[in-house]
């Protein structure tokens, strides 16, 4: 085994706490601090330290080519001595001869190829425990075992120190035994502080382990001194805290940018939003507006129809109650007319209006029943001239080809906060005969596609959806009872 030999060495240099070796192995070097000089590092690796510093730890194969030689200098080999290191074990090596052990730290006091160690410690694999020892000769040698067995692949701090007097080991800060020495070491001249090998022939064992912040003092360090070695902290905690605020730094600059982008992102999507949605709501006020304007003429043209009607058959009484009435239900839906939307109490005023004229013009020859299951019917609105368009096609298509017996059902529900129901239902001649006319069909549809085009004009400027259903009332034959038509209304 090759040493070194650190010449003209001053042992005033050393540490004012008696350190005269100190290896922590930073940047990837075997130098000892106190120093300057390197130790002889074979076979080895840097590897991640206890903290994650990046190569600060020196790793082991536990292999005859992997060792660390501290050197032959007296100074390192004190009388008083204390060793303490960081220490990692990876595997036990069972291979090799002799003592079952894995060399940790072995310097020699004789040639001899038993009971030659000066200090030493070791990992002994078969109880898996640590073992410190110092021997005068082979007459003499005194030991320690660690109270509990050590976990592989974990980071232990280990320190073994003696005197003439006495001798200790702690593990992990703690001091786990103590025993009388009572002789003075003696060292081999010119032997090597050996890391990870025995440099034995008989006993030739290795170690597999990470190894860091090595020192060594000449003296016996007390059990505060030994503690604080344990709970040192990283050493590059403020390199490391100076990284991390770097990088929450540019974090929360990166973040802030991001931010700053998607919110100025927002803002002008808010704007080509906002100007669509003006748009929208124009062309759906402006498409509303052509809408009515097509519906009220259609309403009134068939209420001058019967107005005329009945002045052309000289029923002139009729004619006159007929007008009366008309008169109002004009003057209610011109008032509401430029609104775009009227209360539950407005539409089923208009409604009933209606219904009335039109039982005149069919003379009183059918039955009218309303029944209102929603509360506040003077604050809940709807879209204006829902419901008469329905009513209409239930008199004119369905019940005005009846023979008798004509009865008409409206009623309205509350179904959620958003929507309620109409239900208008008359016991007339159904769609069989409707289909069967091109023309009612055509009035019918038409009727039917202004609710269809109003809801969908609705649920783009509100988001509210609204739909309308019919249904065809049979008996067992197949024959038609008349029809219902649901209509879900959007509350607006």
């Not at 009335?356 to 003077?378: Q, S």
């Not at 609710?451 to 034959?477: L, N, S």
Request: with cysteine.
């Amino acid at each position: 085994m090759s040493s070194i030999v650190l010449a003209g060495f001053n042992l005033q240099a050393q540490s004012k706490d008696g350190m005269v070796g100190d290896f922590s192995f930073d940047d990837g070097n075997a130098i000892n601090a106190i120093t300057g000089k390197s130790a002889n590092a074979v076979g080895v690796l840097y590897v991640n330290d206890r903290f994650g510093n990046p190569k600060s730890a020196l790793y082991l194969h536990g292999s005859p080519r992997s060792y660390l030689n501290l050197g032959t200098d007296d100074f390192i080999k004190p009388r008083n001595v204390s060793f303490a290191m960081w220490l990692k074990i990876e595997i036990a090596v069972q291979g090799g001869t002799g003592y079952q052990f894995n060399p940790i730290l072995l310097t020699k006091n004789s040639a001899n190829d038993d009971f030659y160690e000066a200090y030493a410690i070791a990992y002994d694999f078969k109880v898996k425990k640590i073992s410190a020892a110092t021997s005068l000769s082979e007459k003499l040698q005194v030991r320690l075992n660690s109270a509990d067995t050590i976990s592989l692949n974990a980071w232990h701090h280990l320190v073994f120190s003696f005197n003439t007097d006495s001798m200790f080991l702690y593990l992990d800060g703690a001091l786990e035994a103590k025993i009388y020495k009572g002789f003075v070491t003696p060292f081999l001249e010119g032997d090597s502080v050996m890391i990870g090998h025995s440099a034995n022939k008989k006993n030739e064992r290795y170690l597999c382990a990470a190894v860091d912040d090595i020192k060594i003092y000449n003296r016996v360090l007390s059990a505060t001194e030994v503690t604080e070695l344990y709970e040192a902290p990283n050493p590059n905690r403020l390199k490391h805290n100076l990284e991390w605020i770097a990088f929450v730094s540019i974090f929360i600059l990166l973040i802030v940018m991001i931010i700053f982008l998607i919110v100025r992102k927002s803002r002008i999507e808010l704007r080509k939003k906002e100007l669509k949605n003006a748009l929208n709501a124009r062309m759906i006020e402006l498409e509303t507006r052509a809408m009515r304007m097509q519906m009220n003429p259609h309403f009134m043209f068939n209420a001058l129809n019967t107005l005329q009607r009945f002045i052309l058959e000289e029923d002139f009484e009729n004619a006159q109650g007929y007008l009366s009435k008309f008169s109002k239900l004009l003057r209610k839906v011109l008032e509401s007319s430029d609104e775009e939307s009227i209360t539950i109490e407005e539409e089923i005023e208009i409604i009933q209006m209606y219904v009335e004229i039109e039982k005149l013009r069919f003379g009183n020859t059918f039955e009218f029943t309303l029944v209102n299951e929603v509360t506040e019917t003077n604050r809940i609105k709807i879209p204006f001239m829902f419901v008469q368009p329905l009513v209409e096609n239930a008199i004119w298509h369905g019940l005005m080809h009846k023979a008798d017996h004509r009865k008409l059902l409206i009623h309205f529900k509350k179904i959620d906060e958003h929507h309620l129901m109409c239900i208008v239902e008359d016991n007339g001649v159904g769609r069989s005969y409707v289909n069967k006319n091109r023309d009612l069909i055509k009035k019918k549809s038409l009727a039917l596609d202004f609710i269809k085009q109003r809801i969908d004009i609705i649920h783009k400027a509100t988001g509210i959806k609204g739909a309308i259903k019919i249904i065809d009332k049979k008996d067992d034959q197949n024959n038609s009872l008349g029809t219902i038509v649901e209509i879900i209304i959007p509350i607006i």
